[in-house]
């Protein structure tokens, strides 16, 4: 009985395939002169290797399976920006966006170190020594927790510095804290979640924690940072109306924006309220080491011996943020939990141990304390222009460590006029608007001191303070009653 068309079109392909094979077999074969063994091998299995027709064969197959045949690929429609904005999760539409690098002439926006102080040459030596001591070691994957070294050296100092039992199982590795603060948030947040934050804070976390779906309550800072009264009656409304906090996420040394500093009995009693609502609390440690009025209070880690909280820590502020090292120092069964959660096959071998070679080489501790007193003459530079060329019309308080003046306008500024007015005048500073959850910071405006040299910092502030008195001087024009 005749085959359908269909069943003899479908052995087309293969009988052609066998073909080639049988022709190029034979082109080799006759070069070598054992033609008909070549037109048998050629018609199953691997073509017989090394032959010049056969390898021109291959060639051609392995650029494109259809080699020699005629094909029409159709040209569909390109992908326009509407396609991808139809396709984006929800939360990917409503988050606002991150801050950066600013390409105007002085940029106080961006909180990061000292450019000349980056201890370039020490690092690339570090390097160096990092992959001639294990170079398989240095170039593979990471692996969840890290380079086991680093973490114990970590671990060293949060024992040494809390006098707590703490080893390498409590210490996890990151891509700078702020993969650690999202990691955090995929391990404990799911949509609804509640989340206490400091109205304003660090607008990376606020990314982070909504990025999961969870819920940000708000409790006001004063001074000296969260208020407790405002935490412990948000810890308290949550349990009453049956959600209750499951995170609440704290900068207690040199915040960020508003560069207030916890006092110990705030701790202690962030601390017991924690405890009492059994929410975790991840202590954001992001600029602990840029101590400029010595070191700061008892860490909120050390007073909860270890229990409850979830110490976040990074090499950015204090070597190099480019490094991309951050960690998480936390009860071992916390640990594991994150490194259960993370997708990303660890982070960076090769920089966990050129960090670790520079940490060893002694040169840290001396860097650190010359940033300090980098950033303690910034920071009383910074202070000292801001009362001179905005004078009443900004109010601060001077920071007693970290990167940042947290500025609070008069009344008849408005934030977002003033930061137009200053990028006029070449010089980038944030809005406030970006440090709060949930509205928020109209009058409020963050200046980073520390990335600057003090007299590029003057000229930066003296602009500032003339886009200051130009928003002023219009509002109170505006204001001004007709003639
Ligand atoms: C409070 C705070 N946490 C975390 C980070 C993230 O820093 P990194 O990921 O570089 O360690 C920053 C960076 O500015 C920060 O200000």
């Not at 052609?16 to 033609?35: E, K």
């Not at 801050?99 to 102080?117: C, H, W």
């Not at 891509?175 to 206490?196: C, E, K, P, R, Y």
């Not at 019309?393 to 006029?417: C, I, K, M, S, T």
Request: proline letters at 7%.
């Amino acid at each position: 009985m005749a085959r359908p068309l269909a069943s003899v079109l479908y052995h087309v392909p293969a009988l052609l395939q066998q073909l080639g094979n049988r022709i190029a077999a034979c082109v080799d074969a006759t070069m070598s002169g054992s033609l008909f063994a070549a037109w048998r091998t050629g018609t199953s299995g691997p073509l017989p290797e090394g032959g010049v027709a056969t390898r021109a064969l291959l060639l051609a197959r392995a650029a494109h399976p259809y080699a020699g045949r005629r094909v029409t690929t159709p040209q569909p429609a390109p992908w326009s920006d509407a396609d991808i904005q139809r396709l984006l999760a929800p939360v990917a539409r409503a988050l606002p966006q991150p801050t950066s690098l600013s390409p105007l002439p002085f940029d106080l926006n961006a909180g990061v170190p000292d450019a000349a102080s980056l201890p370039a040459q020490a690092l690339a030596e570090a390097a160096t020594r990092a992959l001639a001591a294990d170079p398989a070691g240095a170039l593979t994957y990471g692996g969840a927790l890290g380079f086991e070294p680093v973490r114990a050296w970590i671990a060293e100092r949060q024992a040494e510095n809390t006098g707590l039992a703490v080893t390498a199982a409590n210490v996890m590795l990151t891509s700078g804290s702020a993969q650690a603060i999202d990691n955090i948030a995929a391990t404990f947040l799911a949509a609804g979640d509640i989340v206490v934050m400091g109205a304003p804070t660090y607008p990376g976390a606020i990314r982070a924690f909504r990025a999961r779906g969870a819920h940000i309550v708000d409790v006001p800072q004063d001074v000296d940072g969260l208020e407790m009264v405002g935490l412990a009656s948000a810890l308290e409304h949550q349990r009453a109306i049956g959600a209750p906090a499951k995170l609440i996420y704290v900068i207690a040394n040199y915040d960020n924006p508003s560069g207030a500093t916890l006092p110990l009995h705030r701790r202690q009693e962030l601390a017991l309220l924690a405890a009492r609502y059994r929410a975790l609390v991840v202590e954001d440690d992001a600029y602990t080491g840029i101590d400029l009025n010595g070191p700061p209070p008892t860490s909120l880690f050390q007073i909860a011996g270890g229990q409850g909280i979830i110490r976040v820590g990074t090499f950015s502020k204090t070597i190099a943020t480019g490094l991309r090292v951050g960690w998480v120092v936390a009860d071992a069964a916390i640990v594991r939990a994150l490194a259960f959660m993370r997708f990303d096959n660890g982070s960076s071998s090769l920089v966990q141990r050129t960090v670790l070679e520079y940490l060893r080489s002694g040169a840290y501790e001396p860097h650190v304390e010359q940033l300090r007193a980098i950033y303690r003459e910034r920071r009383d530079v910074a202070s000292a222009a801001v009362r001179a060329h905005c004078g009443e019309l900004v109010r601060f308080e001077v920071p007693a460590g970290g990167f940042f003046l947290w500025l609070q306008l008069a009344a008849e500024l408005e934030a977002e006029q003033v930061v137009r007015a200053a990028q006029e005048r070449g010089v980038a500073v944030t809005p406030g608007r970006g440090y709060f959850a949930n509205g928020g910071g109209a009058r409020q405006i963050r200046l980073v001191y520390s990335a600057l040299p003090p007299e590029q910092l003057r000229t930066a502030i003296a602009l500032f303070g003339e886009a200051v008195a130009s928003v002023a001087g219009r509002a109170s024009h505006a204001a001004a009653p007709p003639r």
